[in-house]
């Protein structure tokens, strides 16, 4: 089973080939097409932008992941089982350019279309060259990116539930929000996380404190935009704060990802999971994978923790595959004409109690 997927949700166009194979997952070619440089100048993704690069970017990233595994556009109707596409949720204007194309595509090639949620796309990444049937279920994924940041508690690959999110900032737009306030630039995660390190390969003690948010609560949601207004006040209050960065980006990184391991944690022991997952474009961060195995290993030993490789962390098309072949397998396709871009694609929201 192979098949081709889509992703331009936001500001990557991205395709790639993969199929399922003895129980597992095996990426044949995964294509990305960041416009990382071309939104920099204006600190964040602007999506009229972002949309006409897609139209550009769209059919070589397509021609590119298809020659990689071996194909080309006269095969792939062949040699293909199906084509999944990011429904949503993302910008509007970008999700249309890959699902009209996927649509279009999916028509010419008599192809079965794999509509798939962003999210599960991301928390799919996991299961990418893993033994599925090994898997142990229940699961809680620590699913944090840009635009969001949810606890997903799944039975089984194709169920899902949030059982936990964001009540404002996601942690990717806080880290970018942070870098800004820093001066450090854009995309903010990787830029804090490299300022960070440079203050802890020399040192392990700060007398700076920002808040830790949420954690007092007794349920799974969290909240960010208090700790980026805490950052502003304390580099307002520190005339000195400029001679300090890499120790204000150590203290706020640290602060992001012990709020969420603790929430993690806690209800990964609530809920009583057999395995917890990372997904999202902040799962590319050391720090959190770090304090997420150390704390894990300590509080819930016999929990397992997959961590995604760095390739599918950021928004990818494997990742969408991975979800996208799981999907087919369990015969979960849509007919061409009812597959619509979703900006706003809710996931089934369920307050688990405890
Ligand atoms: O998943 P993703 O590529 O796009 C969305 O679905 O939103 O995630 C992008 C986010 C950005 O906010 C970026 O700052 C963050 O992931 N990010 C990181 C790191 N690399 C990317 N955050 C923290 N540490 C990193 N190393
Ligand atoms: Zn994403």
């Known amino acids: 089973m192979k098949i081709l997927a889509i992703e331009t949700s936001c500001d990557e166009t991205a395709a790639a080939v993969a199929h399922l194979t003895n129980d597992r997952i095996i990426i044949d070619s995964n294509i990305v097409a960041s416009q990382i440089d071309i939104h920099q100048a204006f600190g964040g993704v602007v999506p009229e932008i972002a949309a006409r690069e897609h139209v550009r970017q769209i059919l070589p990233v397509i021609d590119q992941a298809l020659h990689q595994a071996g194909l ?3 095969t792939a109707g062949q040699k293909l089982s199906g084509l999944a ?8 204007t970008s999700l249309l350019v890959g699902v009209e194309t996927a649509k279009s595509l999916a028509l010419t090639w008599n192809l079965p279309l794999i ?3 962003h999210i ?10 893993r033994q599925l049937s090994t898997l142990e279920f229940p699961t809680l994924a620590l699913t944090v990116s840009g635009g969001h940041t949810a606890l997903v508690l799944m039975k089984n690959p194709l169920n899902y539930q949030i059982v936990g999110q964001t009540l404002d900032d996601a942690a990717g737009e806080a880290f970018d929000k942070a870098a800004n306030l820093l001066q450090l630039g854009y995309p903010g995660g990787p830029k804090i996380s490299a300022s960070a390190q440079k203050f802890a390969q020399y040192n392990k003690e700060t007398l700076i404190k920002l808040p830790k948010p949420m954690l007092r609560r007794t349920d799974y949601h969290f909240s960010f935009s208090g700790l980026k207004t805490a950052l502003l006040y304390a580099l307002r209050d520190d005339p000195h704060w400029q001679q300090k960065i890499d120790e204000y980006a150590y203290v706020f990184e640290l602060s992001v990802a012990e709020v969420l391991v603790r929430k993690t944690i806690k209800a990964a022991l609530d809920l009583k999971v057999k395995t917890v997952f990372l997904a999202g474009g902040v799962a590319a961060n050391q720090q959190l994978r770090q304090i997420l195995e150390q704390v894990l290993i300590k509080k819930l030993p016999t929990v397992k923790l997959l961590l995604p490789e760095m390739a599918y962390t950021t928004d990818n098309a494997a990742m969408i595959a991975a979800a996208g072949l799981i999907k087919l397998q369990a015969g979960q396709t849509a007919p061409v004409k009812t597959v ?12 688990a109690k405890n």
């Open 72 to 74: 080309n556009r006269k």
């Open 85 to 92: 596409i990011t429904q949503g949720p993302g910008l509007m």
């Open 115 to 117: 509509p798939v949620h």
């Open 120 to 129: 599960i796309g991301h928390i799919a990444a996991n299961f990418i060259n």
């Open 340 to 351: 619509l871009a979703q900006p706003n694609f809710p996931l089934p929201l369920t307050i």
